[in-house]
């Protein structure tokens, strides 16, 4: 079974600046895909950034950008110039290419952006 | 364009009771998926469907069920409810994984509380 680990219950950063959000999976698949995810207080999941596995360069969407170590089986979210609008949870989120697309989610990292 | 509608949002159910959350979504999308999110949590897998007709059972079935008349709907069915079925319930759909909005589309969620 697929498993993904988030080892930071808690993260913050000061408003502008850098933060990593980690992530690990574990799977035998070959085919599949990594997203995050944000979940701001309002609840509604949101889609971040994808990341699809035989690609190897990093996916990037403006502020955010992603560290993909396939071999590590890694996928780091990086968000640059960090707003108050960011604070939320972020999931990781490893879904298969075959069998429904089932998607396994790591338990989320609590991002807080102070001022 | 509604994307993916949960109703309700907000529920009380007293022990042994039965209820449905209903899930509709106007993307055409094959595949729909319910999760639930116990706090401070990920997400998991109740029940997914890959088309109008066609169901399985995902990490934690038990207690639930569903049907997927048309490719629209697709409600979760909580038979005898139990306190450890409190939890915020999401419904979610998508595409294909492998095509470009091979995101999952998610609900606004239902908080559920049984006592």
């Known amino acids: 079974a697929q498993t993904v680990t988030q080892s930071q219950p808690e993260m913050s950063v000061q408003e502008a600046e850098t933060v990593t959000l980690s992530c690990t999976y574990d799977?035998?698949?070959?085919?599949?895909?990594l997203f995050w995810y944000k979940q701001p207080p309002s609840r509604q999941m949101i889609l971040v950034i994808r990341q699809e596995a035989y690609k190897q360069q990093n996916a990037t969407e403006n502020r955010f950008s992603v560290n993909f170590q396939k071999a590590a089986k890694s996928f780091s979210l990086k968000i640059s110039d960090s707003q108050l609008g960011d604070a939320a949870m972020y999931f990781c989120a490893y879904r298969r290419g075959t069998n429904a697309g089932k998607s396994t989610f790591g338990d989320g990292t609590t991002l807080t952006v102070k001022p | 364009n509604a994307g993916v509608t949960q109703t309700p949002k907000f529920r009380i159910l007293k022990i042994g009771q039965s209820m449905t959350l209903q899930c509709t979504q106007d993307m055409n999308h094959n595949y729909m998926y319910w999760y639930r999110q116990d706090p401070g949590m990920g997400l998991k897998l109740i029940y997914y469907?890959?088309?109008?007709?066609?169901?399985d059972k995902g990490e934690v079935p038990n207690g639930y069920n569903v049907s997927r008349s048309t490719t629209e709907d697709f409600p979760l069915r909580l038979e005898l409810a139990a306190p450890s079925q409190t939890s915020v319930y999401f419904c979610?759909?998508?595409?294909?994984?492998?095509?470009?909005?091979?995101?999952?589309?998610f609900g606004e969620g239902s908080r559920l509380t049984v006592l």
């Open positions: 979610a759909s998508s595409y294909s994984p492998g095509s470009n909005t091979g995101e999952l589309f």
């Open positions: 799977t035998s698949e070959s085919d599949y895909y």
């Open positions: 469907s890959v088309g109008a007709g066609i169901t």
